[in-house]
Protein backbone atom coordinates (compact mmCIF):
# COMPACT_ATOMS: atom_id res chain seq x y z
CA UNK A 1 0.00 0.00 0.00
CA UNK A 2 1.35 3.47 -0.75
CA UNK A 3 -0.25 7.00 0.59
CA UNK A 4 0.66 10.40 0.37
CA UNK A 5 0.64 13.80 2.19
CA UNK A 6 0.47 17.13 1.62
CA UNK A 7 1.04 18.89 4.82
CA UNK A 8 -0.53 22.15 3.66
CA UNK A 9 -4.18 22.43 2.81
CA UNK A 10 -3.72 26.70 1.41
CA UNK A 11 -0.43 28.13 0.62
CA UNK A 12 -1.34 32.15 -0.28
CA UNK A 13 1.88 33.23 -2.01
CA UNK A 14 2.51 37.01 -3.54
CA UNK A 15 2.68 37.47 -6.84
CA UNK A 16 6.48 36.89 -8.61
CA UNK A 17 7.61 34.89 -4.98
CA UNK A 18 8.93 31.89 -5.41
CA UNK A 19 6.59 28.86 -3.83
CA UNK A 20 7.55 24.96 -2.43
CA UNK A 21 4.66 23.12 -2.04
CA UNK A 22 5.36 20.14 0.16
CA UNK A 23 4.78 16.86 -0.62
CA UNK A 24 6.05 13.28 1.09
CA UNK A 25 5.10 9.71 0.22
CA UNK A 26 4.69 6.47 1.78
CA UNK A 27 5.47 2.71 0.05
CA UNK A 28 6.94 -0.68 0.34
CA UNK A 29 7.68 -0.51 -3.59
CA UNK A 30 9.29 1.28 -6.11
CA UNK A 31 7.29 4.23 -7.39
CA UNK A 32 6.76 6.83 -9.63
CA UNK A 33 5.92 10.20 -8.46
CA UNK A 34 3.55 12.97 -10.20
CA UNK A 35 2.48 16.55 -9.57
CA UNK A 36 -1.00 17.40 -11.37
CA UNK A 37 -2.88 20.69 -11.23
CA UNK A 38 -6.42 20.75 -11.09
CA UNK A 39 -8.39 24.46 -12.22
CA UNK A 40 -12.27 24.71 -10.94
CA UNK A 41 -14.56 22.24 -12.32
CA UNK A 42 -11.84 20.87 -14.36
CA UNK A 43 -9.94 17.72 -14.64
CA UNK A 44 -6.47 16.84 -13.53
CA UNK A 45 -3.35 18.03 -16.03
CA UNK A 46 -0.12 16.77 -15.45
CA UNK A 47 2.29 18.83 -14.43
CA UNK A 48 5.51 17.08 -14.44
CA UNK A 49 6.12 13.20 -13.32
CA UNK A 50 9.40 11.29 -11.90
CA UNK A 51 9.86 7.97 -13.64
CA UNK A 52 13.36 7.34 -13.26
CA UNK A 53 16.45 8.95 -13.97
CA UNK A 54 17.67 12.39 -12.65
CA UNK A 55 16.12 13.87 -9.79
CA UNK A 56 15.61 17.00 -10.65
CA UNK A 57 12.50 16.88 -12.56
CA UNK A 58 11.16 20.02 -14.84
CA UNK A 59 7.98 20.54 -15.97
CA UNK A 60 4.94 22.55 -17.63
CA UNK A 61 4.51 26.05 -16.68
CA UNK A 62 8.04 26.71 -15.17
CA UNK A 63 7.94 24.19 -12.41
CA UNK A 64 10.01 22.18 -11.00
CA UNK A 65 10.58 19.13 -8.37
CA UNK A 66 13.01 17.50 -6.53
CA UNK A 67 13.17 13.18 -5.65
CA UNK A 68 14.62 12.65 -2.55
CA UNK A 69 14.44 8.94 -1.89
CA UNK A 70 15.76 8.99 1.64
CA UNK A 71 13.73 11.62 2.89
CA UNK A 72 10.68 10.38 0.88
CA UNK A 73 9.78 13.62 -0.80
CA UNK A 74 8.43 15.35 -4.05
CA UNK A 75 8.27 19.18 -3.27
CA UNK A 76 7.00 21.20 -6.14
CA UNK A 77 8.63 24.15 -6.63
CA UNK A 78 8.52 27.41 -9.28
CA UNK A 79 10.93 30.44 -8.53
CA UNK A 80 8.50 33.30 -9.60
CA UNK A 81 4.16 32.50 -9.24
CA UNK A 82 1.86 34.25 -11.61
CA UNK A 83 -2.10 35.20 -11.04
CA UNK A 84 -2.43 32.04 -13.52
CA UNK A 85 -0.90 29.31 -11.44
CA UNK A 86 -4.02 29.69 -9.05
CA UNK A 87 -5.60 26.40 -8.69
CA UNK A 88 -5.39 23.03 -6.91
CA UNK A 89 -2.26 21.08 -6.73
CA UNK A 90 -2.04 17.39 -6.39
CA UNK A 91 1.08 15.11 -5.69
CA UNK A 92 0.65 11.39 -6.46
CA UNK A 93 2.28 8.26 -6.80
CA UNK A 94 1.71 4.68 -8.48
CA UNK A 95 3.89 2.03 -7.87
CA UNK A 96 6.15 1.14 -10.69
CA UNK A 97 4.52 -2.77 -11.05
CA UNK A 98 1.79 -3.69 -11.24
CA UNK A 99 -1.27 -2.16 -12.54
CA UNK A 100 -0.62 1.14 -11.54
CA UNK A 101 -3.37 2.85 -10.00
CA UNK A 102 -2.91 6.12 -8.94
CA UNK A 103 -2.45 7.34 -5.20
CA UNK A 104 -3.16 11.09 -4.71
CA UNK A 105 -2.78 13.74 -1.34
CA UNK A 106 -5.23 15.62 -0.54
CA UNK A 107 -4.25 18.81 -2.34
CA UNK A 108 -3.18 22.39 -1.82
CA UNK A 109 -4.49 25.04 -3.07
CA UNK A 110 -2.17 27.38 -4.04
CA UNK A 111 -3.68 31.10 -3.64
CA UNK A 112 -1.54 33.75 -5.72
CA UNK A 113 -2.19 37.50 -4.37
CA UNK A 114 -1.81 39.91 -6.77
CA UNK B 1 -5.40 12.29 -30.60
CA UNK B 2 -8.49 13.95 -29.41
CA UNK B 3 -7.60 13.12 -25.38
CA UNK B 4 -9.78 11.39 -23.12
CA UNK B 5 -13.66 12.67 -23.16
CA UNK B 6 -16.59 11.80 -20.65
CA UNK B 7 -20.04 12.42 -20.94
CA UNK B 8 -22.24 14.09 -19.72
CA UNK B 9 -20.05 16.70 -17.93
CA UNK B 10 -22.58 17.76 -15.55
CA UNK B 11 -25.58 15.40 -14.22
CA UNK B 12 -28.59 16.25 -11.93
CA UNK B 13 -30.39 13.27 -10.47
CA UNK B 14 -32.66 12.69 -7.63
CA UNK B 15 -31.74 10.08 -4.58
CA UNK B 16 -32.97 6.26 -5.66
CA UNK B 17 -32.27 7.29 -9.74
CA UNK B 18 -29.73 5.35 -11.64
CA UNK B 19 -27.31 6.99 -13.69
CA UNK B 20 -24.51 6.05 -16.13
CA UNK B 21 -21.74 7.79 -16.87
CA UNK B 22 -19.20 7.09 -20.23
CA UNK B 23 -15.43 7.69 -20.74
CA UNK B 24 -13.72 7.60 -23.74
CA UNK B 25 -10.08 7.16 -23.92
CA UNK B 26 -7.34 8.27 -25.83
CA UNK B 27 -7.27 5.01 -28.83
CA UNK B 28 -5.22 2.17 -28.21
CA UNK B 29 -4.67 3.12 -24.94
CA UNK B 30 -5.44 -0.34 -23.30
CA UNK B 31 -5.65 0.37 -19.95
CA UNK B 32 -8.57 2.65 -18.51
CA UNK B 33 -8.68 3.59 -14.51
CA UNK B 34 -12.09 5.13 -13.00
CA UNK B 35 -11.31 7.95 -9.83
CA UNK B 36 -14.01 9.46 -7.69
CA UNK B 37 -13.00 12.91 -6.44
CA UNK B 38 -15.30 14.81 -3.26
CA UNK B 39 -15.24 18.39 -2.49
CA UNK B 40 -11.91 19.26 -0.82
CA UNK B 41 -10.12 15.64 -1.45
CA UNK B 42 -8.08 14.03 -3.97
CA UNK B 43 -9.44 11.63 -6.22
CA UNK B 44 -9.57 8.24 -4.81
CA UNK B 45 -9.29 4.91 -6.94
CA UNK B 46 -12.43 2.77 -8.19
CA UNK B 47 -11.29 0.27 -11.08
CA UNK B 48 -9.25 -0.61 -13.29
CA UNK B 49 -9.74 -2.15 -16.97
CA UNK B 50 -6.81 -3.62 -18.72
CA UNK B 51 -8.45 -3.93 -22.42
CA UNK B 52 -11.66 -5.34 -21.79
CA UNK B 53 -10.82 -7.22 -18.50
CA UNK B 54 -11.54 -5.83 -15.43
CA UNK B 55 -8.57 -6.27 -13.14
CA UNK B 56 -9.47 -4.80 -9.85
CA UNK B 57 -12.15 -2.58 -7.85
CA UNK B 58 -12.04 -0.89 -4.72
CA UNK B 59 -14.00 -1.18 -1.45
CA UNK B 60 -15.15 2.11 -2.61
CA UNK B 61 -17.42 0.89 -5.56
CA UNK B 62 -20.34 -0.93 -3.72
CA UNK B 63 -22.68 -3.58 -5.05
CA UNK B 64 -24.16 -0.39 -6.67
CA UNK B 65 -21.75 0.66 -8.48
CA UNK B 66 -20.79 -1.33 -11.67
CA UNK B 67 -18.60 -0.54 -14.37
CA UNK B 68 -17.95 -2.25 -18.15
CA UNK B 69 -15.25 -1.72 -21.00
CA UNK B 70 -16.96 -3.48 -23.80
CA UNK B 71 -14.57 -4.75 -26.39
CA UNK B 72 -11.76 -2.74 -24.46
CA UNK B 73 -12.33 1.07 -26.07
CA UNK B 74 -14.97 3.01 -24.14
CA UNK B 75 -16.11 2.32 -20.91
CA UNK B 76 -19.68 3.16 -18.64
CA UNK B 77 -19.74 3.58 -14.86
CA UNK B 78 -23.40 2.96 -13.74
CA UNK B 79 -24.59 4.33 -10.66
CA UNK B 80 -27.56 2.18 -9.34
CA UNK B 81 -30.38 3.69 -6.63
CA UNK B 82 -28.08 6.64 -6.31
CA UNK B 83 -27.50 8.55 -2.75
CA UNK B 84 -26.81 11.80 -1.48
CA UNK B 85 -23.27 10.53 -0.97
CA UNK B 86 -22.58 9.54 -4.16
CA UNK B 87 -22.21 13.55 -5.13
CA UNK B 88 -18.84 13.65 -6.69
CA UNK B 89 -16.52 13.97 -9.37
CA UNK B 90 -16.09 11.16 -11.52
CA UNK B 91 -12.82 11.09 -13.11
CA UNK B 92 -11.65 8.42 -15.90
CA UNK B 93 -7.86 8.22 -16.88
CA UNK B 94 -5.66 6.02 -19.22
CA UNK B 95 -2.33 4.95 -20.30
CA UNK B 96 -1.02 3.57 -23.07
CA UNK B 97 1.75 1.21 -21.38
CA UNK B 98 3.33 0.87 -18.80
CA UNK B 99 5.36 3.49 -17.02
CA UNK B 100 3.57 6.08 -18.65
CA UNK B 101 1.24 9.31 -17.04
CA UNK B 102 -2.15 8.88 -16.68
CA UNK B 103 -3.97 10.99 -18.64
CA UNK B 104 -7.52 12.18 -17.28
CA UNK B 105 -10.51 13.26 -19.03
CA UNK B 106 -12.57 16.60 -17.66
CA UNK B 107 -14.99 14.23 -15.21
CA UNK B 108 -18.48 14.41 -14.95
CA UNK B 109 -19.73 16.07 -12.12
CA UNK B 110 -22.90 14.03 -10.17
CA UNK B 111 -25.39 15.56 -7.76
CA UNK B 112 -27.65 13.61 -6.26
CA UNK B 113 -30.52 15.82 -4.82
Known amino acids: AQSVTQLDSQVPVFEEAPVELRCNYS??????LFWYVQYPNQGLQLLLK??????LVKGINGFEAEFNKSQTSFHLRKPSVHISDTAEYFC????????????FGTGTKLQVIP | DTGVSQNPRHKITKRGQNVTFRCDPI?????LYWYRQTLGQGPEFLTY????????KSRLLSDRFSAERPKGSFSTLEIQRTEQGDSAMYLCASIPEVGSEQYFGPGTRLTVT
Open chain 1, 50 to 55: YLSGST
Open chain 1, 27 to 32: SSVSVY
Open chain 1, 92 to 103: AVSETGGYQKVT
Open chain 2, 27 to 31: SEHNR
Open chain 2, 49 to 56: FQNEAQLE
